[in-house]
């Protein structure tokens, strides 16, 4: 005990001595090559600054890399470092390949949600003998490139050797954003895999395990991971699959008519849809229920005879509109909120009822 704490005290855990600030400045940062080296770029040309292949050798303080190792992605006060020198060859014994000249320049990249609140990242370039550089503006290149590129939380880690394959295990640490039923895209399971939803910066994800085959409509992706909404009898939920595991499947576009006919849906929310007497048209009768706390139970109902566009079918029925789009094997359904009490809602990806 008397040990840990004499430890404490001569090393003080605290990240944020990683670098020094000077007022809005950064101090360069002085002893970074002891800290854990994650790889070395050669000639990776982001900007036009320098014609000749230039050495990247990227540093992160070893905390932030042990947390990565174990979260996937990067805590507060994370400093990266990218040492940038120009490249040499022909010198000594050297006769073909490059060596690595003296130091150009060093670029930061550092994590610190209290001093930077709005985009708790900030980066610093230092000139080759600059000892301190003030932050970029928050419309620099960094930030764009950055953002947009980077694999996790605007980092490069997937140019960063172990840290990529630890980053491919775990999800997104934020909800994967669910734009809606507009437009669905269907995947399917190509391999059981895991869904993870809920995920968060502050809290861990849970997850729920996806059977070869199961659908996912699919949105965007970050990364080794694609965001997307499944649905099955237990629930449903925007989630993060891992890419590799779901594949993109085509679907009839102008579906015949008896295509669409059948009951979806399971047994208190159903959707039945019926050829109509008028020809080209289909009937449509839709019951939906929600169940509140004790005895607070709210309906929703509507019905319409319609025609197709495509695989699309827009039913209006006095104040309530619903659009359904037939992805193959799937009805995927969305509402105006119009069609009955408060959270009965005709919004979701639907199978034909007694085939779950
Ligand atoms: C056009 C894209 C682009 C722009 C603009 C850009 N970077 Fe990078 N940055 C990269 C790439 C790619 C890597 C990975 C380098 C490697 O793999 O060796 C990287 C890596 C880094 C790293 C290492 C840590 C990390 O975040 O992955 C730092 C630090 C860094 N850049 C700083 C800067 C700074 C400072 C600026 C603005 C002056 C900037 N970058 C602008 C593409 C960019």
């Known amino acids: 005990m008397r040990l840990a704490c004499w430890v404490c005290l001569l090393f003080p855990f605290?990240?944020?001595?990683?670098?020094?600030?000077?007022?809005?400045?950064?101090?360069?940062?002085?002893?970074?090559?002891?800290?854990?080296?994650?790889?070395?770029?050669?000639?990776?040309?982001?900007?036009?600054?320098?014609?000749?292949?230039q050495f990247d050798n990227v540093f992160v303080n070893p905390e932030s890399y042990h947390a990565f190792l174990t979260t996937g992605t990067w805590p507060d006060k994370t400093v990266l470092v990218l040492e940038v020198r120009s490249s040499k060859q022909k010198e000594s014994i050297n006769q073909h390949g490059y060596f690595q000249g003296d130091s150009a320049r060093v670029e930061v990249h550092v994590k610190d949600a209290e001093r930077f609140p709005e985009k708790k990242w900030a980066f610093f370039v230092f000139g080759e003998s600059a000892k301190s550089a003030a932050p970029a503006a928050a419309n620099a290149s960094c930030f764009t490139c950055h953002e947009k590129s980077g694999a996790v939380d605007s980092t490069f880690v997937q140019f960063y050797p172990i840290l990529r394959n630890v980053a491919m295990q775990t999800p997104p640490k934020k909800l994967c954003e669910f734009p809606g039923f507009a437009d669905p895209k269907l995947a399917e399971v190509t391999q059981a895999t895991t869904a993870y939803y809920g995920c968060s910066a502050q809290t861990a994800c849970l997850s729920s395990n996806l059977p070869?085959?199961?659908?996912?409509?699919?949105?965007?992706?970050?990364?080794?991971?694609?965001?997307?909404?499944?649905?099955?009898?237990?629930?449903?939920?925007?989630?993060?699959?891992?890419?590799?595991?779901?594949?993109?499947?085509?679907?009839?576009?102008?579906?015949?008519?008896?295509?669409?006919?059948?009951?979806?849906?399971?047994?208190e929310n159903h959707i039945e849809i019926q050829p109509s007497k008028s020809a080209g048209k289909l009937d449509l009768v839709g019951d939906a229920v929600w169940h509140g706390l004790g005895d607070n139970v709210h309906l929703g109902h509507f019905e319409g005879t319609t025609a197709p566009t495509g695989n699309h079918l827009h039913v209006s029925d006095d104040g309530c509109t619903v659009d359904l789009t037939l992805l193959g094997k799937y009805l995927v359904t969305d509402d105006n909120s119009g069609c009955g009490g408060i959270n009965v809602h005709f919004a979701g990806l639907w199978r034909r009822a007694g085939k779950r």
């Not at 000077?22 to 990776?44: K, T, V």
């Not at 699919?218 to 991971?225: C, H, K, L, N, Q």
């Not at 590799?244 to 008519?257: C, F, G, K, N, W």
């Open 212 to 267: 070869k085959g199961e659908p996912v409509l699919v949105y965007t992706s970050e990364g080794d991971w694609t965001c997307g909404y499944h649905s099955d009898r237990n629930g449903a939920a925007p989630v993060w699959v891992r890419s590799q595991d779901i594949r993109s499947v085509a679907v009839e576009t102008s579906p015949r008519l008896d295509a669409w006919a059948g009951t979806w849906g399971d047994g």
């Open 14 to 53: 605290t990240a944020a001595a990683q670098v020094q600030y000077n007022g809005a400045n950064m101090n360069r940062p002085d002893n970074y090559r002891e800290w854990i080296w994650l790889s070395s770029g050669f000639g990776m040309s982001y900007s036009a600054e320098n014609a000749n292949p």
